[in-house]
């Protein structure tokens, strides 16, 4: 009986992800004007597939206790329910002018690793449920604090210093753990400030690019940025350390829309991993094991063997859940969680859930486009590449296409300060995507009360469903608003910003002028007015 | 910025298409290649609850299966247990042969939702069941010829290395190893769970001058002739033909259809170490085979500085090069083959519970282990051994029923003899512990290979010894099993 459920189970995983991706991109389309289709309805959809998910796979969890010490998995169960469930709705109802394809998307990941890590740790699984409720309630007050914070642009000596504290903290009181020094213990509870870094890191980059850089400008952060990374690659820890890269690539990449610099760094990156390769043998070992792990299968390659067969064996729907043999695996509740995922509910599913790292990118982008702070902007274009480089990184390494770094799988692995850190990034993205304009340079903080902004939303959503239609249309209003207080401070200059340029004769790049400023910013809102008028016809 | 943050979205979305393009294409094609790996845990699990896969002969005659009992388990059940007892292995104590190696599909439940579903309302839940390469009409003369004698006997179809018959002795009875567990391990003068066909290692004798032959024509040495008169000496020692017979005048083919021991080892000598080593090689000695049970690789230790004595040894087939039976039939249906050697296996194909057919086992290429026109040569040489050699009792004819319909509407059958041509290779493996080895290799017919074998008969003598067996199987195959 349970194996016929288990089974039918295994299509209904797939069915529920399968719906719950296609729910996400025929949204996003329909923002595009590209499809039409119910965004709530889409919205509710994958709400009830989340919810689905977890009673199918509870049942099949309980089913398989029946035998054992009932209560402890009917508690987790209900709990993990109340977290998810409950979680999404309250995130929902507090925030309505966030993005709810991106709370579902991350609920829905935290769901999936729920079970999964149930099944391979039933001890770790309790550690994790604790992690997420703690996580959730950093993502529910977070964006109610950051509202009331001053300036985040205007600190970023602290947040460097900040880092390198960290850094420095790791190096002297760092603890090893899978070969990476990258553990401090406070009291009992292991810590891994890496993870902790990464908000600072971004934070720092951030502020620095809020004006574009010049060349010169970009040379502090560059070497600080370079210092960052090479105390990860003294820790070994590498995984992180390509990660940190990446984003400083994608960042000053997004800060200046230069390739030359992006291709510059991907080059070094390059040469940096053949001279790597050269000098330490503990990545030339990794490698080797990357590229043929069948050499030495009970020794080097074992890990990335054992994940493969994991992956493979059981051919592309997978054996259904609790059928596998996914503990043959080494640290697969962290690392190698996604070897688990792929063996028993199937690489189709595991495909997937790569669609819904695809998604939560998809309003990482649309959160930093709709922003017209360059501040804002490049800390969400940050965060979206903190998570986008990591998720490759460790499914990569998992199936084998590139060399194994170990880090874990945002929300669905193991692991107290990533899973924290993880909701605390979403909630900073929650909270840009949320203010999107408000918060600028041009105009002196007092100016932007967000608090009133938001309140006027939560009325009008109330007033006017469809939610997301409204605060679209809210913010068209307020640009518009926005769009006449400039052209009123412009009538005080007299000209408009490109006859400033001609007038003045100074070269665009290095102009700052308060003159300039609104200009820009009244092109970007005139555009983006007609965008939403040719939309609304 | 705008621009750079889309594409800088484009760039993720490329990346992890790319990520879900490689897991898809990780698990649909590549998989095969590594998921049979003996390190993969999930192969040897089981289930106690499924019927689990029969196993078949090339014909479709049952070898094993599960019947049910009383209390409602299943027990395994061998038929002609002893001929198959090392390929098909058992399922207890770790289980061994194809029992494990395919213990996987054995327990693949086909058509998992309809057979659980049915499970439910009483049904059985089977697994697919495999179908082997071996004739049981082969696997039946091998196992009379070699009942009371230590030995083995392997027969290939050279063009695919399809393995027609596998037979070692002495064996055991599959359906009883649990019980004689203790009896079948401490037996160490006849180590019955050894397969000696696949993990036997044996001097090969005689038959190695196949090696030596195609060393020789590769190198264009097949001019000289000598005189022999039973003994040479060489470096330190002196070496003999077989019973100290005098060849007289010896030419390359006289000498190969005789097996002069002493004109093979001045060709040794001409050759050279390095030459000999090459070939031997390229003949994929010291290389896996490929095939999917257990078995040893034959090796071939002689280096390129090896004293004079050593490459005369060896050149002859003595020395310490050691061969499976079944290695010296990949290598006489290589010569069948116009030096292609393919890669030899025991399972056809796999069965679904509803009769559909999967996992079809293509013959593979190993390597082409000498050129076709070496291959041609040797063909010649091993004629000339069973028509005017050492292997004249090798060769038989077929008999051909032909049933013919006359007007009348009464059929008239009529029996036709036709002379087979075969080509073999006697072989005699000096031992130090005991009587000496008797080898034979042979395919037939000649011009169209359809069948090599390999027989093996520890101490029993000379190499001739060995033909009948070698000469019954062929006959079978030729006259009632081969279209």
Wanted: proline share 3%.
């Amino acid at each position: 009986m349970t194996d016929v459920y288990i089974i039918i189970a295994k299509y209904l995983f797939m069915l529920y992800i399968a719906i719950f991706v296609f729910n996400g991109f025929m949204i996003n389309l329909t923002r595009q004007d590209m499809a039409k289709f119910n965004v709530i309805a889409g919205l509710s959809g994958q709400r009830v597939c989340i919810a689905l998910f977890h009673i199918t796979a509870s049942v099949i969890l309980i089913a398989n206790a029946v035998e054992y010490e009932m209560q402890p998995v009917v508690l987790y169960c209900i709990i993990g329910f109340i977290v998810t469930v409950g979680g999404n709705t309250l995130t929902k109802a507090i925030y309505p002018e966030g993005s709810h394809l991106l709370y579902n998307c991350v609920f829905f990941l935290m769901d999936i690793g729920l079970m999964v890590l149930y099944r391979l740790d039933t001890d770790l699984a309790g550690k994790q449920l604790i992690w997420n409720s703690i996580g959730i309630f950093m993502m529910l007050i977070l964006p109610k604090l950051l509202e009331v914070t001053p300036r985040l642009d205007r600190f970023r000596k602290l947040y460097i210093i900040a880092a390198f504290i960290l850094l420095a903290a790791t190096l002297l009181f760092g603890r090893s753990e899978g070969g990476a020094t990258n553990w401090i213990n406070i009291g009992p509870i292991g810590f891994q400030p890496s993870e902790l870094i990464k908000v600072f890191f971004v934070f720092y980059l951030a502020s620095c690019f809020a004006e574009k850089p010049t060349l010169k400008e970009l040379i502090i952060p560059a070497v600080l940025s370079a210092a960052v990374v090479l105390c990860l690659v003294a820790q070994t820890d590498l995984g992180s350390a390509l990660i940190f890269y990446m984003t400083f690539l994608i960042m000053v990449f997004t800060a200046t829309s230069n390739y030359l610099y992006f291709i510059l760094g991907i080059a070094a990156i390059c040469l940096a991993s053949v001279a790597a390769y050269g000098l330490f043998p503990h990545i030339r070992t990794r490698v080797e094991a990357w590229q043929n792990p069948w050499i030495d299968v009970n020794d080097k390659g074992y890990q990335i063997a054992q994940s493969l067969f994991a992956i493979c064996t059981w051919g592309i729907t997978g054996i259904g859940f609790t059928r596998g043999y996914a503990n043959s695996i080494p640290v697969v509740e962290r690392d190698f969680i996604f070897a688990a995922i792929c063996e028993e509910f199937g690489v189709i599913f595991a495909a997937g859930l790569i669609l819904v790292f695809v998604l939560i990118f998809l309003e990482g982008a649309r959160g930093a486009l709709e922003n017209r702070n360059r501040f804002l902007t490049l800390l969400c274009t940050g965060f979206t590449a903190l998570f986008a480089f990591q998720a490759f990184l460790i499914i990569g390494g998992v199936i084998k296409m590139i060399p194994l770094t170990g880090v874990t799988l945002p929300f669905i692995s193991y692991g107290g300060t990533s899973i924290v850190i993880s909701y605390i990034i979403i909630a900073a993205m929650q909270w840009i995507i949320m203010r999107n304009e408000a918060y600028s340079h041009d105009k002196p903080i007092e100016e932007v009360d967000t608090r009133k902004r938001h309140a006027q939303t939560r009325k009008a959503a109330a007033m006017e469903r469809p939610a997301r239609r409204s605060t679209e249309q809210k913010s068209v209003s307020s640009a518009k608003t926005t769009a006449k207080k400039t052209a009123k401070q412009q009538t005080a200059a007299q000209t408009p910003a490109r006859t400033v340029k001609t007038s003045t004769q100074r070269p665009a790049r290095t102009e700052k002028s308060s003159t300039q400023r609104p200009a820009r910013h009244k092109t970007a809102q005139t555009s983006m007015t007609e965008n939403r008028g040719r939309r609304n016809k | 910025m705008r621009s750079a943050i889309r594409k800088v979205f484009w760039l993720y979305l490329i990346l992890f298409l790319i990520l879900i393009g490689y897991l898809l294409k990780l698990c649909l094609y590549d998989s095969h290649s590594f998921v049979a790996n003996p390190y993969n845990t999930r192969l040897s699990g089981s289930e106690e609850n499924i019927k689990r896969g029969s196993i078949y002969d090339a014909n479709g005659d049952v070898i094993a299966e599960d019947v049910l009992q009383e209390d409602g388990t299943y027990k395994r059940v061998y038929n002609n247990a002893e001929n198959y007892a090392h390929t098909v292995g058992y399922t207890v104590k770790g289980k061994a042969g194809v029992e494990s190696k395919y213990n996987f599909r054995l327990t693949t439940v086909s058509f998992e939702l309809i057979q659980r579903i049915a499970g439910l309302f009483g049904g059985k839940i089977e697994g697919n069941s495999l179908v082997l390469t071996l004739d049981d009409r082969l696997q039946k003369i091998a196992g009379d010829e070699l009942r009371g004698q230590k030995g083995s006997i392997v027969a290939m179809e050279p063009s695919t290395g399809k393995i027609l018959c596998m037979v070692s002795t002495p064996s055991f009875d599959s359906n009883t190893v649990d019980e004689n567990w203790e009896e079948l391990n401490s037996d160490d003068e006849n180590s019955p769970l050894l397969n000696r066909a696949t993990q036997g290692l044996y001097p090969p004798g005689s038959t190695f001058k196949i090696v030596t032959a195609a060393s020789a024509i590769e190198n264009n040495v097949t001019d000289m002739t000598y005189k022999c008169t039973g003994a040479e000496k060489f470096g330190h020692s002196i070496i003999h033909c077989y019973n100290g017979q005098a060849h007289g005048n010896m030419d390359f083919t006289s000498a190969f259809a005789e097996s002069c021991n002493t004109y093979f080892g001045t060709l040794g000598t001409q050759l050279g170490a390095e030459k000999l080593m090459s070939t031997a090689n390229s003949f994929g000695f010291n290389k896996d085979i490929g095939l999917a049970l257990e078995y040893s690789k034959s090796t071939f230790p002689m280096t390129a500085d090896a004293d004079v004595n050593e490459i005369v040894e060896t050149a002859f087939g003595q020395g310490r090069t050691l061969v499976s039976p079944l290695f010296m039939a990949m290598i006489t249906s290589a010569v069948a083959n116009n030096g292609m050697m393919m890669q030899p296996y025991v399972v056809d194909h796999s069965l679904t519970p509803g009769g559909g057919v999967r996992n079809r086992t293509l013959p593979a290429k190993l390597d082409q282990i000498m050129s076709p026109d070496t291959a041609y040569k040797l063909k010649d040489l091993m004629c000339e051994v069973v028509n005017s050699g050492t292997a004249r009792n090798a060769a038989f004819s077929v008999s051909e029923e032909k049933t013919e319909t006359l007007a009348s509407g009464a059929s008239v059958t009529s029996s036709d003899s036709t002379a087979v041509q075969v080509a073999g290779k006697t072989g005699t493996a000096e031992n130090p512990h005991g009587d000496d080895h008797a080898w034979f290799v042979a395919f037939a017919p000649a011009d169209d290979p359809q069948i090599a074998v390999s027989v093996l008969l520890e101490n029993a003598g000379k190499g001739s010894n060995a033909i009948p067996a070698a000469r019954k199987i062929m006959k079978e195959y030729l006259e009632n099993i081969y279209q």
